[in-house]
């Protein structure tokens, strides 16, 4: 397998990440007990400069999939910041909340999984393709 980048969820540190020679994206779990507030967001992000993305997801008791959204203002300092990398929005996010969260946070991409469920795990085309529709939607009237 020759991947072209790796995605990193868990408590890695950042020379863990680095160890593999690879671009890498990644997790931030947002709202955890040492990512509650701007700063704290930032600080942990620094460690990870060479990061090709940051993805910002809600924290929850397991990795990802909780289907709830965190307070973006706590991406705040990140986003001034001059050392900042490509923003990649998840957490909560649904075809009804995806507009509002792009506008405010203006990411290079978001990421969407119980979002588009009908119950845990299961997928559904008609709310994907909702989820499709408002993001294009957005790109069209702001690109």
Do not use: M
């Not at 400069?49 to 307070?71: E, I, K, M, N, P």
């Not at 990421?111 to 529709?133: N, Q």
């Amino acid at each position: 397998v020759q991947p072209d980048l790796l995605q990193f969820h868990g408590n890695e540190s950042a020379a863990f990440c680095r160890q593999f020679a690879h671009r890498y994206i990644r997790v931030f779990r947002i709202g955890a007990p040492d990512l509650s507030t701007p700063a704290e967001v930032l600080a942990r992000c620094r460690q990870f400069d060479d990061a090709a993305a940051w993805l910002f997801d809600t924290h929850s008791s397991g990795y990802g999939g909780s289907g709830r959204a965190f307070d973006l203002e706590l991406l705040s300092a990140v986003l001034r910041s001059p050392h900042t990398r490509p923003v990649i929005l998840a957490g909560g996010l649904t075809a009804a909340t995806v507009t509002s969260a792009l506008e405010a946070i203006h990411p290079f991409a978001v990421d969407v999984s119980s979002g588009v469920e009908v119950s845990p795990g299961i997928k559904s085309g008609e709310r994907v393709a909702a989820f499709i529709r408002a993001v294009r939607a957005y790109d069209n009237q702001n690109l």
